[in-house]
């Protein structure tokens, strides 16, 4: 989350999610099973999706080293309870060594700011506490420690220190395009995850990343491949749907740009999954993402995200079972001050918007009533499905099979693993779930799942001989009418020799255009009456 804060430690306010929420973590079972047929040597997990959001949790950002200091300790709502600290970032005195925002060492924090005293506090009004590393501003750990030996130590000390069973790693910015600190971090975080293990110890490890409302950037991509490349069992990813900028499709709210990069994280997260040979299904993907949006006024201008945003954005979390929601952040949901000059200027106090005695916290956070702090459970060897469940039944599928060999129009629908989906231009031989991890590198765009009881659905096609099948050698006028494919076309101009096949690829140049099923359904009336 971008932080505009006006604070000594602040990084973007991108969600840092240290909850050590022990949701979903489905354990890379390497030992498990491998699936057969066209999914050989991957693993299939199926994680039953709850109904309900219990096991989720809503945990906002505090910004530990904002001036004024805010007041966890004391939190205004009941959803306030969890938090995420924020931020630890590499310290002055040497590359290795954890900081609160380069400003204070652990001690120093705990001496000055009393923060070890209010972090007992909150956990004696049954709070919990997770960490965020990173942030926008200083220098995130593994950016300036180049041994992971001391990286993991350092890392450990911020765990043990706060007893954490859920930590949060905010990267952005220029981290996201430093490989060799993304390899690091990884590297890191594998070993710590590891020893603590072998005490017996869970550690939940969320990655914080920026989105657009296509989804996670290719850095951002990378940063999960690194992650996952070294075996470190995430928690999930949490997407900072905020700050879209010059990204944001104009006319587009908020609130349907967070929805949007949500769906498309999901996505690209269970594609990002199959490159490591491991495939989850929904309910699982789902349960692995979290989403940040920055309360009230966002640093870009135009972009705020208000109370009623909060409640849909709430309702859409819980509707598709996500695993996390924070806010960036606690410090600043309330109203401002009357001595606030401007509200289109972002403070790191208040949130730029009139809130009334309303809470983002208690509006995002309805419905979420799991622990951020809980042990993770991993997916067992029993919950693998075999490759056959994801064969199609002709019988049963609403709409034809997906089949290599046939070319489908723009609009057509085809069922592919269960699933349905509609072509978004003219295509042959796409795989329709092919692991592309951005929408414009597929012309399948996903629809939803086949449903129970589904029969296939009868398209609308002209009788066999009403028009005869294009060729090319023929000469054909605006208006005249032809076969490609099975699908009847209408000449929009004169045209010889060109291929109705382009018209859904390149609609505007191509002389042809598919009837509609409006036109179709108008010429078997006229044929049946004259009959």
């Not at 997407?239 to 690209?268: C, F, H, I, K, P």
Request: proline share 4%; with cysteine; aromatic share 8%.
């Amino acid at each position: 989350m971008k932080k505009t804060d006006l604070t000594v430690n602040d990084g973007p306010i991108e969600p840092v999610r240290k909850l050590s929420v022990a949701r979903l973590f489905v354990a890379i079972l390497v030992t498990a099973g491998v699936v057969a047929g066209a999914l050989t040597g991957w693993q299939v997990y199926s994680a039953a999706a709850d109904d309900s959001s219990s096991g989720s949790w809503f945990a906002g950002y505090v910004d530990v080293t904002a001036t004024p200091t805010f007041a966890f300790e004391a939190p205004a709502t009941k959803a306030a309870k969890q938090v995420v600290l924020s931020f630890v970032v590499s310290s002055s005195d040497g590359p290795c060594t954890p900081s609160w925002g380069s400003a204070y060492s652990l001690d120093e924090a705990s001496a000055s700011l009393d923060l070890d005293r209010r972090i007992a506090r909150l956990q004696e009004q049954g709070g919990e506490v997770a960490v965020s590393f990173g942030g926008l501003k200083n220098q995130e750990l593994a950016v300036t420690c180049t041994s992971v030996t001391q990286l993991a130590a350092a890392y450990s000390a911020v765990i043990d220190r706060y007893n954490l069973s859920t930590i949060d790693l905010d990267i952005e910015g220029a981290a996201l395009d430093n490989s060799a600190a993304n390899s690091r971090r990884a590297q890191a975080l594998a070993i710590v995850q590891k020893e603590r293990r072998a005490q017996g110890k869970s550690l939940a490890i969320w990655l914080t990343l920026p989105v657009t409302q296509t989804g996670l950037a290719v850095n951002g991509q990378d940063t999960v491949r690194q992650t996952l490349a070294e075996k470190v069992d995430l928690a999930g990813v949490n997407a900072m749907t905020m700050d879209y900028g010059a990204s944001l499709t104009a006319g587009t709210s908020m609130l349907q740009a967070s929805e949007d990069a949500v769906v498309a994280v999901q996505r690209q997260l269970g594609i990002l999954y199959r490159e490591q040979h491991i495939t989850l299904n929904q309910g699982t993907l789902w349960s692995k993402i979290g989403a940040t949006p920055m309360i009230g006024q966002n640093d870009d201008k135009g972009e705020v995200f208000s109370l009623a945003a909060a409640t849909s954005f709430n309702s859409f979390l819980k509707s598709h079972g996500v695993g996390r929601v924070s806010a960036w952040s606690l410090n600043r949901d309330l109203s401002c001050g009357s001595n606030y000059a401007t509200l289109t200027v972002v403070s790191d106090s208040c949130s730029g918007i009139a809130q009334g005695d309303k809470h983002f916290s208690t509006i995002l956070g309805k419905g979420f009533t799991g622990s951020a702090t809980a042990d993770a459970k991993s997916v067992t060897t029993s919950e693998i499905v075999s490759a056959k469940s994801l064969k199609d039944n002709p019988k049963t599928s609403p709409y034809p099979v997906w089949a290599e060999t046939n070319s489908y129009l723009e609009g057509t629908k085809i069922v592919w693993h269960h699933n349905v989906y509609v072509a978004k231009w003219w295509t042959q031989g796409d795989i329709p779930d092919n692991p592309v991890l951005n929408s414009w590198q597929t012309p399948w765009q996903l629809v939803g799942p086949v449903l129970k009881g589904e029969k296939p659905i009868v398209e609308p096609t002209v009788p066999a001989g009403t028009y005869a099948n294009w060729d090319g050698a023929t000469v054909y006028n605006t208006g005249d009418r032809a076969i490609f494919d099975g699908v009847p076309y209408q000449a929009k101009w004169w045209t010889q020799g060109d291929s109705p096949a382009a018209a859904s690829s390149n609609p505007d140049s191509s002389p042809w255009t598919p009837l509609t099923i409006v036109q179709i359904n108008q010429i078997n009336a006229q044929l049946k009456a004259a009959k």
